[in-house]
């Protein structure tokens, strides 16, 4: 199912589109995907039609919602390289992965029946976060900031612990913690 237009959208609407998914990643991190679609719009500070318009079902929300979090967190990786030291990048990256984490535990059940059947649903996600991880490790191993024997693989499972972590109202802030622990180990002994 895509939710991308064919033809590029007049600025206007691209802008309501893109307020559109960031109230639907918060409302969903916030509250599941069983948040009404007129309280995205409202969020979104648009109506009900054109959320409609971009949208025409909750799966097609859900599923470009789920989308612009992955495509946002893999874009995040060179922006953080320009502003900052290379190991302090990855850690904000990190910090930027729980929100996305956040986002996707709200829409879990959805993307699981969205993904039914579909083998290819998630691996473009794997590619880009994988991608998004190795550009931050490459630039950390070449200015010797983090461990030489880390790649990509290894912050994928070590962050997967998060995901088996109770949703309560700490959640947040203990897999901040709990990858925070885990940064101090990248740079332990370099």
Known sequence: MSTTPDKPLRADAQRNRDKLLAAASDAFAECGTDVSLEAVAKRAGVGIGTLYRHFPT??????AAYRAEVEHLAQAAPELLAEHSSDEALALWLDRFVEYAAAKRGM???????SAGREDFFAGTRVQIGGALTTLLDAAHADGTIRPDVDAA?????????????????????????????????????
């Open 58 to 63: 909750r799966d097609a929300l859900v599923e």
């Open 108 to 114: 879990l059940e959805a993307l699981r029946s969205l």
């Open 154 to 190: 290894d912050i994928m499972r070590a962050t997967g612990a998060i995901w088996a972590m109770d949703a309560d109202e700490d959640w947040q802030a203990n897999a901040r913690k709990l990858l925070a622990l885990l940064m101090d180990g990248l740079r332990a002994g370099v």
